[in-house]
């Protein structure tokens, strides 16, 4: 299948190499040229444009990092829209929210182009070792089409509904593991400034009731003061507002989501926004006065 892939950085040049592999022809666009380094090492062709991505491709995916970049590279100037053929299909990857979705799909039905939101969860690892989650909202037959090439992505796709809806799931998912994150912080600083040892605090709430995975990125990144980016605090800081902005929308309280992103943006406000999203947890170390750290 000829395929084209747009945003080929973190998640993304994992997942286009696994496509690859799985033997598709690919055209790859990203704004950074050497992050395509290793896509085209495969076996991949540059394109120069996302438009040109998109030119003689079946299936289109784009794997970028806001809303606002996804619209802009869908349907601007020189965008995927402007170079895919009528009865190709466009499959976001990204993590969009619903009404953008919705008013790029209007754009796409003009040209002739099936756009599904299909966003992943389960960080670089997952991207690295083809076993995300991948959340499709769309057409059914399309996904159906296509449920091939995004069984080379992950292991666990699945459809959610029509446009939009594998958008939703995302946010929610995103929005329950970033806002864990924020309660995990206060509790270990809690447990922390009483006198617990942060493993032994680890190890205590791993075998109990308040067992999360959230929690399982802690002996290698905030014990370690690790925060090399996998998933950015910037990026943690987007997915909360998308999900907070869909509440206002519905008119749906959400206090304890407000909370958390305002931990998110006081993160993004010290200068941690490059750093993983873990690093909201210095922000609360500082409130507390306490390291989250084993002792030595």
């Known amino acids: 299948m000829k395929v084209g892939f747009v945003g080929v950085g973190f998640m993304g040049r994992h997942m286009a190499r696994n496509v690859l592999n799985g033997g598709h022809e690919m055209k790859v666009y990203d704004l950074n040229r050497d992050a395509a380094d ?72 003009a040209s002739g182009i099936e756009l599904l939101d299909a966003p992943v969860s389960g960080g670089t690892g997952g991207a690295e070792a083809a076993t995300l989650c991948v959340m499709v909202g769309g057409d059914r037959d399309t996904y159906d089409r296509y449920k091939p090439v995004l069984d080379l992505i992950g292991d666990k796709v699945m459809y959610c509904g029509g446009l939009g809806s594998g958008a939703v799931c995302k946010i929610v998912n995103n929005l329950v593991g970033l806002s864990v994150g924020v309660l995990l912080s206060e509790a270990f600083s809690m447990g922390v400034k009483w006198g617990v040892d942060a493993q032994t605090l680890y190890e205590a709430v791993s075998g109990s009731s308040g067992n999360t995975n959230s929690m399982h990125g802690f002996p290698n990144g905030i014990f370690r003061r690790n925060f090399e980016p996998g998933f950015a605090l910037d990026l943690a800081a987007k997915d909360v507002g998308l999900a907070t902005q869909l509440g206002r929308e519905l008119r749906v309280p959400m206090e304890m989501s407000n909370i958390a992103q305002q931990r998110y943006i006081d993160g993004q406000n010290r200068g941690f926004g490059r750093m993983a999203a873990g690093a909201v947890a210095i922000v609360q170390e500082e409130r507390a006065g306490v390291e989250i750290a084993p002792k030595q």
Do not use: C
């Not at 394109?47 to 869908?74: C, D, H, K, M, Y």
């Not at 190709?88 to 799909?105: E, G, W």
């Open 38 to 109: 290793e896509a085209l090492s495969l076996g991949a062709t540059w394109a120069n444009s996302p438009r040109e991505a998109a030119e003689g491709s079946e299936v289109i995916f784009t794997s970028l990092p806001t809303p606002q970049v996804v619209e802009e590279v869908a349907s601007g100037e020189g965008g995927v829209f402007s170079g895919a053929s009528r009865g190709s299909a466009l499959f976001d990857l990204s993590t969009t929210d619903p009404t953008t979705i919705q008013r790029i799909a209007t754009r796409a039905e």
